[in-house]
């Protein structure tokens, strides 16, 4: 039960902070600030609860870590849904909190924090000017992209010790930084379930961060294991 409840406040922390951060602090620090803070937030997570759950804190990384036989469909399940509860609770607290702004609430407007149709708290969506199947493609390229680093940084066959959750706090700013002007950056169902409860006009994209993420995981395992596969083949002739 352990694991899942670190799932659950790891996410329930990713979602509060680094939306959070576009909410509250958006206009001051822009697409990169925010992406920044995505990938930092995951850092400080991969280094508290790793050696707990392995903080995946992202229905898309569990899902490539059972396509890879790392992980049961029991644990995948369970972490799933915890993430997705932890997402919905800490999206709770954000929107707790900007609501305590009373009037000033209005003053939060960046990148989809906020608009007339009720869309807040950093919510996935297309942004003006981008079509669904350019957002859906973002997602899908960006999640393999992500899920690639997780995959190569927890290798069991490699020894980065420290810097693996280094490398994938990392990657996750850097995909932010990428998508953040297309979407706001899903790569993750759970981030973007949890502000999408309280944003009505997100659902209508809900989908593509579904579709996206899970088929970007897909694919990462598929490319891992032919590169992984390629290595130990070539190892044996070596030999």
């Known amino acids: 039960m352990k694991k899942y409840l670190a799932e659950f406040f790891g996410t329930m922390f990713l979602v509060l902070l680094a939306c959070g951060s576009a909410v509250l602090a958006g206009p001051s620090i822009g697409g990169l600030g925010i992406g920044l803070c995505f990938g930092l937030v995951l850092v400080c997570l991969c280094y508290c609860i790793g050696n707990i759950s392995g903080c995946h804190v992202n229905p898309a990384v569990s899902f490539a ?11 995948c399940f369970f972490y799933i849904l915890f993430q997705c509860a932890g997402a919905i609770v800490g999206a709770g607290f954000l929107y707790w909190f900007w ?13 989809g924090t906020t608009d007339a149709s009720g869309n807040i708290l950093a919510a996935n969506v297309c942004q003006p000017g981008v079509s669904e199947g350019m957002a859906l493609l973002a997602e899908i390229l960006l999640t393999m992209f992500f899920v ?40 993750n169902p759970a981030r973007s379930l949890g502000p999408a409860v309280f944003s009505p006009a997100a659902w209508g994209d809900f989908w593509i961060m579904v579709v996206g993420p899970l088929a970007g995981a897909v694919l990462a395992v598929i490319i891992w294991k032919i590169v992984t596969c390629t290595q130990e083949c070539e190892t044996v002739e070596r030999d």
């Open 148 to 187: 690639l680093i997780v995959l190569g940084a927890t290798d069991a066959r490699k020894d980065f010790g420290k810097f693996a959750g280094l490398a994938i706090g990392l990657g996750l700013g850097l995909v932010n930084i990428v998508g953040i002007p297309v979407d706001n950056c899903s790569v």
């Open 65 to 75: 870590m059972l396509l890879s036989n790392k992980m049961s469909p029991k644990d």
């Open 99 to 111: 609501q305590m702004g009373g009037e000033n609430a209005e003053v939060f407007k960046f990148g």
